[in-house]
């Protein structure tokens, strides 16, 4: 069974860092494409960044230039470093793993808080 867990979320003030992680257990090969989602109070869950095992990478608009994810495959494991943060980055932010045969896993989210 396919677990996702998120890690590295918390309070930070507006310009500042994080950096959260996303383990993946119980798969016997990478995933296609490891990414982030979030989603802020009141609204819709939004691509923040993908990557496909291939290196290829999708940014949200609104963190292109801002955020970097990364991933390592040996480990299945995905990284998405945040830097000059912003109040409206302020979500929950959930891991998303997709399989080589379209299968879709979520973890349970991690939150993050800017404040400003």
């Known amino acids: 069974q396919v677990q996702l867990v998120e890690s590295g979320g918390g309070l930070v003030q507006a310009g500042g860092s994080l950096r959260l992680s996303c383990a993946a257990s119980g798969s016997t090969r990478p995933f296609n494409t490891m990414g982030w989602y979030r989603q802020a109070p009141g609204k819709q869950r939004e691509l923040v960044a993908t990557?496909?095992?291939?290196?290829?990478?999708n940014y949200a608009e609104a963190v292109k230039g801002r955020f970097t994810i990364s991933r390592d495959n040996a480990k299945n494991t995905v990284y998405l470093q945040m830097n000059s943060l912003k109040a409206e980055d302020t979500a929950v932010y959930y891991c998303?793993?997709?399989?080589?045969?379209?299968?879709?896993?979520w973890g349970k989210g991690t939150l993050a808080t800017v404040s400003s």
């Open positions: 998303n793993a997709q399989s080589w045969i379209g299968a879709n896993f």
């Open positions: 990557m496909f095992i291939s290196g290829n990478t």
